[in-house]
C-alpha cells in the first residue's frame, strides 16, 4: 500500500526487531492513517525537495516493539506520528534546519549528531495530523534533550 507517491506501508512498519523476535508490527487503520499524513507531510517533502532516495530507518512500531527496543509506549511512533531517517549525503544538522525552516512538523530531534562528522546520527521528526504541532525542536546526544538544534 502506498501512503505518498514515493513511501509505502511497508517501509514505515518494517522493522528487523520485530522480525527477529516475532513480534507482531501490524498497524491499525487509525495507524496507517496517521502514517499517510506523516509521509505527506514530511518524508515526501523532504523526498521532493532533496531528490534523494531514502527509506526511514523507523517508523510505526507497536506497543510491544517499542517494548523490545527500549522506547516508551507513549512515543508518536506508536502512534505512526513519527519516522527516524537521513539522507545518503546530506549532512544531518542541514536536513534538520531544512526540514525546521520548510515544513510544519510536531517534533524535530537531531539524535546523537556530532559536529564534524555530518553522516552521525539521524532525525527523528513527528507530525500530528489531528492536533496542533508544536514545532519543538531539539538536539538528543545519547544522555540529555537540549532545545533547538545544535551543531
Known sequence: MKLSRNFSLNELTKSQMAIRHQIDNTPTDIHVEALEALCKAILQPVRDHFDIPFTPSSGYRSLALCEAVGSKKSSQHAKGEAADFELPGIDNYDLACWIKDNLTFDQLILEYYKSGDPSSGWVHCSYRDKGQNRHECLTYNGK????????
Open 144 to 151: 540529555q534533550y537540549k532545545a533547538g538544534l545544535i551543531k
